[in-house]
């Protein structure tokens, strides 16, 4: 899979996007993700529009890399993706818990994808660090949202805060690419 650092920093910045709008609209409904039951639609809708994004980026940098569907990983992260969102469509009908379980499940294996692409990638496209430090910060999420969701006080806001830290990330990794395309200039 050959993607260009602009196509991918591009990709990066309309991620580091979604994510802030994402984030901004978990925090100014933030009572929604809170409730001793099971998650608000308003909660179900964003918890299941955001693997559904990283499907659809990862859809887009596929396109972008003009390689049909013979990346493995890619298909495995696809895949992921859409098994998290009919999970998710599940999981929300049913408690918090269950719902940050599927959430934590996802972010881990994700980012165990994020970070398998970004070794793979650093050869060929370089400034991969902050996707490194990403996958491996997912998988640690992921793990802690699955031990937060047998809490009996377990709330959905915590993935706010994941996202943020995900749209910052990607927000490096743009930077990181933007600095090295320079150099590779001059």
Not at 52 to 70: C, P
Not at 130 to 145: D, E, K, N, Q
Not at 175 to 184: D, N, Q, T, Y
Request: aromatic share 8%; hydrophobic share 55%.
């Amino acid at each position: 899979m050959t993607t260009s650092s602009a196509g991918l920093r591009r990709l990066h910045l309309i991620r580091v996007a979604f994510s802030l709008i994402w984030v901004a609209l978990v925090v100014t409904t933030s009572a929604s993700l809170v409730s001793p039951d099971r998650p608000t639609t308003i909660a179900a809708v964003l918890l299941v529009i955001y693997p559904l994004w990283d499907v659809i980026a990862t859809l887009l940098e596929r396109r972008m890399a003009g390689d049909g569907s013979t990346d493995r990983v890619g298909t495995t992260n696809i895949a992921v993706g859409l098994a998290t969102v009919a999970g998710m469509i599940a999981a929300v009908f049913t408690t918090i818990g269950t719902t940050l379980l599927v959430f934590g499940i996802w972010a881990l294996l994700s980012g165990a994808i994020q970070l398998a692409v970004a070794i793979r990638r650093r050869r060929t496209v370089g400034a991969q660090w902050p996707m490194v430090i990403s996958g491996g910060l997912s998988v640690l999420a992921g793990i802690s949202f699955a031990a937060m969701s047998a809490s009996a006080t377990s709330s959905l806001s915590s993935v706010a805060g994941y996202s943020a830290f995900g749209a910052f990330w990607f927000l490096v990794s743009g930077i990181a690419l933007s600095i090295r395309g320079r150099r590779e200039k001059h």
